[in-house]
């Protein structure tokens, strides 16, 4: 089985900066997507940013110019990066890191989640 591993998340002042990391447990060696999620207090999850195999990405419109979207391949150990700048605190909410299609070794997994990090927005 392959975890999807998150960290980076804590609590900053509104027009701070936050990096995401969400790294794979196991090594992988294809995905077709992924992407950040987020789910604030009593709303439904949210898409954030989304980043294709080619590099593609796209934003919710609410974090277009303050976030950036990100996946490194280093030395085979694939990372997926979420830079938060100018945070706002309507931007509180647990992040989660999602993916599709991940190949690792002989196994293909469909979908897989992270557990989520919480980011806290003060005003």
């Known amino acids: 089985q392959v975890q999807l591993v998150e960290s980076g998340g804590g609590l900053v002042q509104s027009g701070g900066s936050l990096r995401l990391s969400c790294a794979p447990s196991?090594?992988?060696?294809?995905?077709?997507?992924m992407a950040w999620y987020r789910q604030g207090p009593g709303e439904q999850r949210e898409l954030v940013a989304k980043?294709?195999?080619?590099?593609?990405?796209?934003?919710e419109t609410s974090v277009k110019g303050r976030f950036t979207i990100s996946v490194s391949r280093d030395n085979a150990k694939t990372t997926m990066f979420l830079q938060m700048s100018s945070l706002k605190p309507e931007d509180t909410a647990v992040y989660y890191c999602?993916?599709?299609?991940?190949?690792?070794?002989?196994?293909?997994?469909?979908?897989?989640w992270g557990q989520g990090t919480q980011v806290t927005v003060s005003s």
């Open positions: 999602n993916a599709e299609g991940i190949r690792s070794g002989d196994f293909w997994f469909p979908l897989l």
């Open positions: 196991r090594y992988i060696s294809k995905f077709d997507t």
């Open positions: 980043i294709t195999r080619d590099g593609t990405t796209n934003y």
